[in-house]
Nanobody
Framework: VQLQASGGGLVQAGGSLTIGCAFVGRTFSMYAVGWFRQAPGKEREFVAAVNWNDTTGYADSVKGRFTISRDNVGDTVYLQMDRLKPEDTAVYYC?????????????????????WGQGTQVTVSS
């Protein structure tokens, strides 16, 4: 499995940005996918995740502002980020792990994911 994150950039506070994660190598519909972020000097933290059946979960800090979605035709997961804040500045990583078509809870721990993309920088200016 290979994950390729893209779409990061510089945006003003209050603005919007959508980043994507292209999935290559296995049957995408059988994998749970999550977004994490890491700011300088901080630990990697959970942002959002989506399961094979479109069940989603969000960190409290982004709930109501970010939307995660998956395109099972294009094998891509998107993270739409609205009303961005300077504290959203970080490198954003997508991650994936096999779930089959089992009913599983949203995975929020980095250790729950076996595959990681290279990250994309999101910078929000004040």
């Amino acid at each position: 499995v290979q994950l390729q994150a893209s779409g990061g950039g510089l945006v003003q506070a209050g603005g919007s940005l959508t980043i994507g994660c292209a999935f290559v190598g296995r049957t995408f519909s059988m994998y749970a996918v999550g977004w994490f972020r890491q700011a300088p000097g901080k630990e990697r933290e959970f942002v959002a995740a989506v399961n094979w059946n479109d069940t989603t979960g969000y960190a409290d800090s982004v709930k109501g502002r970010f939307t995660i979605s998956r395109d099972n035709v294009g094998d891509t997961v998107y993270l739409q980020m609205d009303r961005l804040k300077p504290e959203d500045t970080a490198v954003y990583y997508c991650a994936a792990d096999y779930s089959g078509h089992n009913i599983v809870e949203i995975r929020t721990s980095p250790g729950s994911y076996g595959y990681w993309g290279q990250g994309t920088q999101v910078t929000v200016s004040s």
